[in-house]
């Protein structure tokens, strides 16, 4: 009796552990138990971030255990050589599942007809505003990942010890610059300004140009590259180039680096470069602070797209992954590794992030009237076109010409060409 | 009758020999070297694009047309030949003169050695950073000299004037040393009874050398310097990092064109063509490089 009765208990003792353990487990779609293990590798140069890179990839593996099945594996291409290698790969026919790419590379890459249709993955989705241009000929090839406005940012501490003010213009920008180095023995203003880097340099110079209100195109689609707002904002780059602010020969990670290091004012960056800037340096996030652009209009901003590669075996699980990506669970994760920069769907930056971050709150401000980088109508020939304009900032920083007839000369180059 | 077929059989075998050992490099080269350079050449006949290398079009000469119109291709022909022969005269200069300079016994040569032949151990991409943070305008060793001088300071990298010259100095800076070792190799093969022979006909040091020593290494001499010439005409890295053909073009070489047209605006037709001007380049270095040692064999010859 004894016995059976201890019997009785420990299957009943098993029976309720096992109905336990059954509800503890973690509820898996089941897709996710039924599908043979994949691998999706995912290319960005963000990846080689110092910390951001870190969080991102944190934030985006989150989706593994949602899918156990599939692994995300990281393809980290340093920025100045996505482009040519996502571009030679994906030509030779391989490369990874799922790129995200500056603007520029989706527009060439749906061109080339690299990209497939991801309308699936948006179906429900509350995508805003920053999705529109991932529609191309009637279909959906690119997902929003991240969209970076350009601001004024500056370090409050030194702004404070040389007594200078949050500029509203270009000579205000050139006036608080010198004070700065005057005073603290900082350098006064960082900006890209050598054709070395021409990929950055061309988009931080929009910022100038759309401040300026440069269209690039007319009316009727035709490029105009040397309009009298066109050689306005040039010639006022000059003078800022001309005034001794901008430390002449340092490339854009080494300004950024000096920026961290307290060593510099001021700067025209993108909410991507300043949290790189806010983050694991000895400037404090707290003392970085941000102002709208000082110009009359408003700037530019950097786009990054998600896209499915047409050589992708996996392709259906790629597109899953992007359906989760905009989702709820998967735009919180994202939410903060991304700083401030506008993702796929609108999800505000938190309270904690905004509390240690000052500058934060401006991005998401001019993010509203912002513009693209790109050239309507010649989206994939952007950096071409762009180059001619930029030779010609060059010939007049470097080699004194006068704005109208550099323009000119690279309109004339431009017309002829595309 | 046995010993025919033994013999015929054995140089068989011995021709068979000869095409079997020369049948690995003949793959590899045909592989590596002649396949791609033929695709080159029909790739500069076509329009083809990076995106779709394999969908070009034949289209005949018009990319060698349209880089004849283009001032810029003169321009780079002419940064390619300045800065190919100025790399050539100065790296072969100064790498002949540290051979004569350390062929000599003196204390610590060994270490002297070893610090002449480090800027040919360093790879380019680790060269090339070191130098630009050397070249830089406002935190660089040479602006602080020169503002320690009480000079201003200069704009190695960034200014029309400066920047060919600034890619030179790294430039030599690691030729040099390869001349160096391959003139050094023959200096130290110059027999020294010759040499003792023409000081005792009265031969004075000057005399020993140009009559000798001289005549005795320049075949080697000749051979690093079409080396170092076709390298100039080819070198990407350290153009590319320090400069990346600016300011305003002032060292876009041949090689820096191709990238640009080839990766910027995606033109490998365009692109290909640039590299096949290239080649015509190197193969005129190596033409004249060959007349001249038919030259001087012949004059060896004579006298």
């Known amino acids: ?418 | 009758m046995a010993a025919k077929t033994t013999m015929r059989t054995s140089a068989l075998g011995a021709r068979a020999a000869g095409y079997l050992f020369i049948v690995p490099p003949v793959i590899y080269l045909g592989v590596f070297m002649f396949w791609p350079l033929a695709r080159q050449m029909w790739m500069s006949l076509t329009n083809t694009t990076l995106a779709r290398p394999n969908d070009g079009v034949f289209v005949g000469l018009a990319n060698y047309a349209r880089l004849l119109e283009t001032p810029a291709f003169y321009a780079s022909l002419r940064i390619t030949v300045v800065y190919a022969s100025l790399a050539v005269l100065l790296g072969v200069t100064l790498g002949v003169v540290s051979a004569l300079a350390i062929n000599r016994p003196f204390r610590g040569r060994a270490v002297v050695r070893g610090i002449l032949l480090f800027g040919w151990a360093v790879p380019n991409v680790a060269a090339a950073l070191i130098w630009l943070w050397m070249f830089n305008e406002r935190s660089g060793v040479f602006n602080k000299m020169l503002l320690g001088m009480g000079f201003s300071r200069l704009r190695w990298l960034t200014s029309i004037d400066w920047s060919l010259p600034s890619i030179l100095i790294v430039t030599v800076w690691q030729v040099a040393p390869f001349v160096m070792l391959v003139t050094l190799a023959a200096l130290q093969s110059v027999p020294e009874e010759v040499r003792e022979a023409a000081r005792v006909d009265g031969a004075d040091p000057l005399n020993v050398f140009r009559n000798v020593t001289w005549p005795h290494i320049l075949p080697s001499v000749q051979l690093a310097a079409l080396l170092v010439a076709v390298w100039s005409i080819r070198r990407f890295d350290i153009i590319y990092l320090l400069t990346g053909g600016g300011p305003l073009g002032s060292t876009s070489t041949l090689v820096v064109k191709i990238r640009q047209t080839a990766f910027e605006a995606h033109e490998l037709g365009i692109a290909s063509a640039y590299g096949a001007v290239g080649l015509l380049l190197a193969l005129l270095v190596a033409g004249i490089h060959n007349l001249v040692d038919r030259r001087r064999m012949r004059w060896v010859a004579e006298r």
């Open chain 1, 1 to 418: 009796m004894t016995t059976s009765r201890r019997r009785m208990l420990s299957l009943l003792l098993a029976s309720a552990l096992g109905v336990a353990g059954f509800v503890a487990l973690p509820s898996r779609p089941a897709h996710a138990q039924a599908k043979p293990p994949v691998t999706l590798v995912v290319a960005n140069s963000q990846w080689l971030d110092a910390l951001r890179g870190k969080n991102l990839w944190a934030a985006v593996t989150k989706y593994q255990q949602v899918a156990p099945h599939v692994t995300l594996q990281q393809e980290a291409i340093p920025s100045a050589d996505f482009n040519d290698k996502i571009t030679t790969a994906l030509g030779a026919g391989q490369g990874p599942d799922i790129v995200m790419m500056q603007e520029g590379l989706f527009y060439s890459l749906a061109e080339a007809g690299f990209l497939v249709d991801i309308g699936k993955a948006a179906e429900g989705a509350a995508l805003n505003h920053t999705n529109e241009k991932g529609v191309v000929k009637g279909k959906r090839l690119g997902i929003a990942w991240q969209r970076a406005v350009y601001a004024l940012i500056y370090n409050k501490k030194l702004l404070d010890a040389a007594g200078a003010a949050v500029p509203k213009d270009v000579d205000g920008l050139i006036a608080s610059s010198k004070a700065i180095q005057d005073k603290t023995g900082a350098i006064g203003f960082s900006s890209r300004h050598q054709i070395a880097d021409l990929s950055g340099w061309f988009m931080d110079f929009q910022s100038w140009a759309y401040g300026y209100g440069v269209n690039w195109v007319d009316g009727a689609g035709k490029l105009t590259l040397n309009t009298p707002e066109a050689v306005a904002a040039t010639a006022a780059f000059k003078k800022t180039f001309d005034s001794g602010i901008i430390p002449v020969g340092d490339d854009m990670p080494t300004q950024r680096t000096r920026f961290k290091q307290k060593q510099i004012g001021f700067s025209i960056d993108n909410s991507g470069g300043t949290l790189n800037i806010a983050s694991g340096g000895p400037l404090a996030s707290t003392d970085l602070y941000s102002a709208p652009l000082p110009f009359k209009a408003p700037g530019a901003h950097q786009q990054i797209f998600l896209g499915v590669s047409k050589h992708s075996k996996n392709q259906a699980e790629a597109i899953a992954f992007l359906a989760w990506l905009v989702t709820a669970d998967g735009q919180r994760a994202l939410r903060d590794a991304s700083g401030p920069d506008a993702l796929a769907t609108d999800v505000p930056v938190t309270e904690a992030f905004r509390a240690t971050n000052p500058w934060a709150d401006t991005f998401a401000a001019l993010a509203v009237n912002s513009r693209s980088t790109l050239i309507p109508g010649y989206e994939s020939k952007t950096t071409p076109i762009m180059r001619l304009v930029m030779e010609a900032v060059e010939k007049v920083i470097v080699a004194g010409a006068d704005p109208k007839a550099a323009l000119d000369e690279a309109q004339k180059q431009a017309l002829a060409r595309f």
